[in-house]
């Protein structure tokens, strides 16, 4: 079974602090592990995912295979980072390479 | 991405109703995925077909069916109805690919069962 935690409902930062959102994943095999995001009054879309090792709109998010973690972060948060961010895991044997998302967390950046 | 669609956008019915959902992509993808949002439980995965000729069950699948019409069409129905069921629905495609696929989601279908 594959499974995706992300501890935090909600995670309120002030602009220009780091920010970091924890995704934890269980899965026997080798995964594969997506960010997507939501802002507000737009679609789920996808924000990075670990096989590009791509920075985009400044976050960074590295797959610790030691500790089946998928942390997203950015150094200086932007008040347009304000958005749901959820994980999600792609799994290749037993689970017909669907993905599984976590429960999501809430960003909020104050100013 | 107004590539994926999805009708009606809102929807309220009764208990006991059947009802569909429709989706339609004009990205030409083959994959394409049913899901529920509710908060603090995320998106959970209700049915998804990799092609015409295929259709799979999801984690929580159980009141739901599909139908997969033609490539580009993906429905999905309630037979009847239940007030649990009351969700926002997101339909999905993507393009498939070992570590390339994106899924591309629809804008979602408020859906309240009474």
């Known amino acids: 079974a594959q499974r995706v935690t992300q501890p935090e409902k909600l995670l309120s930062v002030f602009k220009g602090a780091p920010v970091e959102l924890k995704c934890n994943y269980s899965y026997s095999g080798s995964p594969e592990l997506f960010w997507y995001v939501q802002y507000s009054r737009q679609r789920l879309q996808l924000l990075l995912r670990h096989i590009s090792r791509e920075s985009i709109k400044g976050f960074t998010a590295d797959l610790n295979k030691g500790e089946t973690s998928f942390h997203l972060k950015k150094p200086f948060a932007q008040e347009e980072d304000s958005a749901m961010y959820y994980c999600a895991l792609r799994g290749l044997t037993g689970g017909g390479n669907k993905l599984t998302f976590g429960t999501g967390t809430q960003l909020k950046v104050e100013l | ?114």
């Not at chain 2, 929807?11 to 959902?21: A, C, E, V, Y």
């Not at chain 2, 989706?23 to 509710?38: A, E």
């Not at chain 2, 799979?56 to 069409?73: F, L, M, T």
Request: net charge positive; charged share 25%; hydrophobic share 30%.
């Open chain 2, 1 to 114: 991405d107004a590539d994926v669609t999805q009708t009606p956008r809102n929807r309220i019915t009764k208990t006991g109703k059947r009802i569909m959902l429709e989706c339609s992509q004009t990205k030409g993808h083959d994959r394409m995925y049913w899901y529920r949002q509710d908060p603090g439980l995320g998106l959970r995965l209700i049915y998804y077909s990799f092609d015409v000729k295929d259709i799979n069950k999801g984690e929580i699948s159980d009141g739901y069916s599909v139908s997969r019409q033609a490539q580009a069409k993906f429905s999905l129905s309630l037979e009847s109805a239940i007030p649990n069921q009351t969700a926002l629905y997101f339909c999905a495609t993507s393009d498939g690919g070992q570590g390339l696929e994106t899924q591309y989601f629809g804008p979602g279908t408020r859906l309240l069962v009474l």
